[in-house]
C-alpha cells in the first residue's frame, strides 16, 4: 500500500464513522498498513464494520488480514517456484518468496498458481499475463 492509498483507505473508514482524517492520520495508519494492498484492505474493513461495532483500529485490520492471508496460504500449501524459474538458487528463492506474497494477499489465486505450476512460464511473465487480464476486466 502507498501513503496516497491509506487516505483512500481512510476515507472509507470515515464513510462509516465519520471519524477526523489528516495527513497526520493518513502516515500512521501507513506506517502499521504498509505490507497489505489496498484491496484486502478496504476488505478488512468491510469486514471489521459487517461484524463488529467496536471502533476500528488498526490492529482490527491487522488482524484480519493475517487472518485471511494464513487462510489463502493454507489453500495452496507448500509454495515452490515452477520449473521455469529454477535456473539457479537466487532466481528459485526470489521467485518462491513472490509467489508467497501474491497468494498470501489474493492477487494469485489458488487456481493460478496451479496454472503457474504446471505451465513452462516464468513467474515474472505469467504475473504480467495476470495484471493484463486484470487491466483488461
Known amino acids: 500500500m502507498r501513503l496516497s492509498e491509506a487516505g483512500d483507505l481512510l476515507a472509507l473508514i470515515s464513510a462509516y464513522d465519520n471519524r477526523h482524517v489528516s495527513e497526520e492520520v493518513s502516515a ?20 471489521h464494520f459487517n461484524d463488529s461495532t467496536e471502533y476500528l483500529m488498526p490492529a ?3 488482524r484480519i488480514l493475517k487472518a485471511e492471508r494464513k487462510a489463502r ?5 507448500t509454495i515452490v517456484s515452477g520449473r521455469a524459474d529454477m535456473t539457479d538458487t537466487a532466481t528459485e528463492l526470489a521467485t518462491t518468496k513472490a509467489l508467497t506474497k501474491a497468494v498470501a494477499s489474493g492477487a494469485l489465486t489458488p ?4 496454472d503457474y505450476q504446471k505451465g513452462e512460464t516464468p513467474w515474472s ?6 495484471l493484463a487480464l486484470r487491466g483488461a476486466a
Open 111 to 114: 487456481e493460478q498458481y496451479d
Open 125 to 130: 511473465t505469467y504475473r504480467r499475463g495476470i
Open 60 to 62: 482490527h485490520l491487522v
Open 73 to 77: 496460504l493454507a489453500k495452496v500449501g
Open 28 to 47: 500512521a495508519w501507513y506506517d502499521l498498513l504498509h505490507p497489505y494492498m489496498l484491496a484486502e484492505a478496504k476488505h478488512a474493513v468491510k469486514k
